[in-house]
């Protein structure tokens, strides 16, 4: 299976800040990566999918890179209602793993 | 709009089974490939199964493979997941997923059915 590793854990930042969130791939997946966003309480929300194009209605704020196995999610400009968790996943093969989340909060 | 509500979670004991329901609508549900993924409580998101558009191809996670079923009734535009044998570690939420943007990504997630695994 593919692991998936995503750092850091936790991440505490002031608004309008950059932030940046990694995922370290197990092997080579090419582009077939996705990020979501879990606001507090909500369902998952499709961010970030072929590494780095943006799903539809989501802010220019987000943004994805890709650098050989190791995925970035950047947020350009930190808002308050960007809060919440954010999970990469890669889109390889079966079994979709995911990684284990990053708890983003507001300094 | 699209839309998924989960259905059928509740309270069970471990061995014993449950089936879960995800009725879809605002897009034409024989055109995609569904999903379930769960989140055990304040843990992260875990892959279950998958099912293709007209149910030929269908995968499972190794943790639930030969105890969970997925199927689906186009005709109803509803999603299913028969979970036998449950246990203790099947305790999550159980959202209901569809695939979007290619094969393997998920686009538009339910707001979940809770499963409680407990005696």
């Known amino acids: 299976d593919i692991q998936m590793t995503q750092s850091p854990a936790s991440l505490s930042a002031s608004l309008e800040e950059i932030v940046t969130i990694t995922c370290q791939a197990s092997q080579d997946i090419g582009n077939w990566l996705a990020w979501y966003q879990q606001k507090p309480g909500k369902s998952p929300q499709l961010l970030i999918y072929?590494?780095?194009s943006l799903a539809d209605g989501v802010p220019s704020r987000f943004s994805g890179s890709r650098s050989g196995t190791q995925y970035s999610l950047k947020i350009s400009r930190l808002q308050v209602e960007d809060i919440g968790s954010y999970y990469c996943?890669?889109?390889?093969?079966?079994?979709?793993?995911f990684g284990s989340g990053t708890k983003l909060e507001i300094k | 709009e699209v839309q998924l509500v989960e259905s059928g979670g509740g309270l069970v004991q471990p061995g014993r089974s449950l089936k879960l329901s995800c009725l879809a609508s605002g897009f034409t549900f024989s055109n995609y490939g569904m999903n379930w993924i769960r989140q055990a409580p304040g843990k992260g998101l875990e892959w279950v199964a998958s099912?293709?558009?007209?149910?030929?191809?269908?995968y499972y996670a190794d943790t639930v493979k030969g105890r969970f079923t997925i199927s689906r009734d186009n005709a109803k535009n509803t999603l299913y997941l028969q979970m036998t044998s449950l246990r203790s570690e099947d305790t999550a939420l159980y959202y209901c997923?569809?695939?979007?943007?290619?094969?393997?990504?998920?686009?538009?997630w339910g707001p979940g059915t809770m499963v409680t695994v407990s005696s």
């Open positions: 072929d590494a780095t």
């Open positions: 996943q890669q889109a390889h093969s079966n079994p979709f793993t």
């Open positions: 997923a569809r695939q979007g943007y290619g094969d393997w990504y998920f686009d538009f």
């Open positions: 099912i293709s558009s007209s149910s030929s191809y269908i």
